[in-house]
């Protein structure tokens, strides 16, 4: 008895040490990425860009971009794989890939109190509460938000999330200067900030009520083919209940309710009698009712009558009235939100070369700030209010940060890692982001008559040229590029880049 116990133990700790591999490895291949940023920053040494390879796979981006009529700018078939998965694993992405739920279980790991209070009040709750339905109402607000814009989608979803904020924590150490971007970078990492807050009152509390890519893949996740088997020995001390942090497992510990369960395998080792184990079946809602009944009749001959099973329903969730209305309602509030999101007042900026008409860019844009991470220059930055309330995360280009050229330095990088379309590649010929002028008062040249031309040096368009002694703009050969700017000695620049309608 004593050797099967440690058996048992060892197994579940290699199972769980397994399982932070895999967790591991694919957080580290998802921040791969971002480790040419990093290189250029200690040997100033160029380096590949890569695309993000997590929002490729996103299905929920995928779908916002077909309701937008979005066809042509991102990879089906990765997303509709995963959904595919789901078919079979469930939501074993969201246990085992997710870089979100990764980070989650992290920080779950250190709630030590967690572990203290392990007793009645733990089990009533875990027992008796069930997750929330406001995830797919924030599915069903996205979705039918998707027909206008983006904009939500990228706020809420949690691979662009995690982009987000993995980008947004390099570069502000490594490159990021300006105080708008350290405002955003608060500003956003409020939303990081409360999903890591709310993992230390509830473990996985966001993936269980919040997430609206965890509900997407809820719905298929349903009808798992991968399972999990209780077997006779059973003996519904509830201890699974307990373990499980998605609360998967209702009251009765034989259930399992497949659209929450992500195979996290801490009911396996919670359980004292090794009753519990996962492996391969039919579909998940026709099995769990064989089992129900099966198991349920000779656990009551065995047990005693310890094991009282249910009437047999399929473990899906029945869709009342009011929770069909809500959802409906929450659909309209994602759709009447959107343009009301655009009354509040804004100027136009200095978008990135090749960025889609200002309107529409800002119904195309999901914030993930993978423009922003891949500028050579550092010229591209998130905004914050500079652009109204619509535009708040959006690329700007920040010309006294860094010019924009399009040469073989940067052949078309932005446009190249955007997963959304919203910044399209351009040739040379076609970059004009806005206009230079120069401030007489402050420029050295004309103000004191000192022979400074570093901006008509820097200018590869002739568009800078030097008269009399003093710099002049040709309107006709300015592109915006901003390397006058960059280059100006002047505190604050004395030439700076306006938009191309700034009045």
Not at 353 to 364: K, R, S, V
Request: charged content about 15%.
């Amino acid at each position: 008895m004593t050797s099967r116990l440690t058996e048992r133990k060892t197994r579940n700790r290699l199972d769980k040490i397994a399982r932070k591999l895999v967790q591991t490895g694919f957080l580290l291949l998802f921040l791969y990425p971002f480790a040419p940023v990093i290189y250029k920053h200690f040997t100033q040494e160029t380096a590949p860009t890569f695309s993000s390879w997590l929002l490729l796979w996103d299905p929920l981006l995928l779908f916002g971009q077909v309701l937008k009529r979005d066809w042509q700018v991102m990879v089906i078939g990765a997303p509709l794989v995963l959904l595919a998965t789901s078919f079979v694993f469930g939501r074993g992405f969201c246990g085992w890939v997710c870089p979100l739920g990764t980070v989650l279980d992290l920080v779950s790991s250190l709630a030590f109190w967690r572990k203290v209070k392990k007793g009645k009040l733990t089990t009533r709750r875990n027992i008796t509460r069930r997750n929330l339905w406001l995830r797919y109402y924030l599915l069903a607000m996205i979705i039918a938000g998707s027909f206008l814009s983006l904009h939500f989608l990228g706020l809420l979803d949690p691979l662009v999330i995690f982009s987000r904020t993995a980008t947004s924590l390099v570069l502000n150490i490594f490159s990021l200067q300006n105080p708008g971007s350290r405002m955003y970078l608060s500003f956003f990492s409020l939303i990081f900030i409360a999903i890591v807050g709310l993992e230390f009152w509830q473990p996985r509390f966001w993936c269980r009520s919040l997430c609206p890519l965890g509900a997407l893949i809820s719905l298929v996740s349903r009808w798992s083919v991968f399972n999990r088997e209780v077997s006779t020995a059973c003996s519904s001390c509830g201890e699974c209940v307990r373990a499980c942090p998605m609360r998967a497992i209702p009251r009765e510990p034989h259930n399992t309710d497949y659209s929450d369960c992500t195979f996290c395998l801490e009911c396996a080792g919670s359980c004292p009698q090794d009753g519990i184990s996962f492996k391969f079946g039919t579909l998940a809602g026709k099995r769990w009712q064989k089992k129900e009944v099966n198991a349920g009749s000779s656990l009551i001959e065995r047990r005693k009558g310890k094991y009282i099973p249910s009437e047999g329903k399929l473990p899906v969730a029945n869709v009342s009235r009011r929770q069909l209305l809500n959802g409906v309602a929450a659909g309209v509030v994602g759709w009447a939100v959107i343009p009301l999101n655009r009354l509040a007042p804004h100027r136009t900026l200095i978008r990135p070369p090749g960025a889609l008409p200002e309107d529409e860019f800002l119904m195309t844009c999901i914030l993930c700030q993978e423009c922003v991470r891949v500028c050579p220059t550092g010229g591209l930055k998130p905004t914050f209010m500079e652009g109204g309330l619509a535009g708040i995360g959006t690329p700007q280009l920040l010309p006294r940060q860094g010019g924009c050229s399009i040469n073989p330095s940067c052949p078309n990088l932005c446009a190249k890692v955007c997963p959304v379309g919203a910044i399209l590649p351009i040739s040379k010929d076609q970059l004009k982001v806005g206009l230079a002028r120069v401030d007489h008062s402050l420029c050295l040249a004309w103000d004191q008559g000192v022979k400074c031309l570093v901006c008509v040096e820097a200018c590869l368009n002739n568009a800078a040229q030097a008269y009399q002694g003093r710099v002049t703009v040709n309107p006709k050969n300015c592109t915006g590029c901003g390397r006058c700017e960059s280059g100006c000695p002047v505190v604050g620049s004395a030439i700076r880049v306006y938009p191309l309608d700034y009045l």
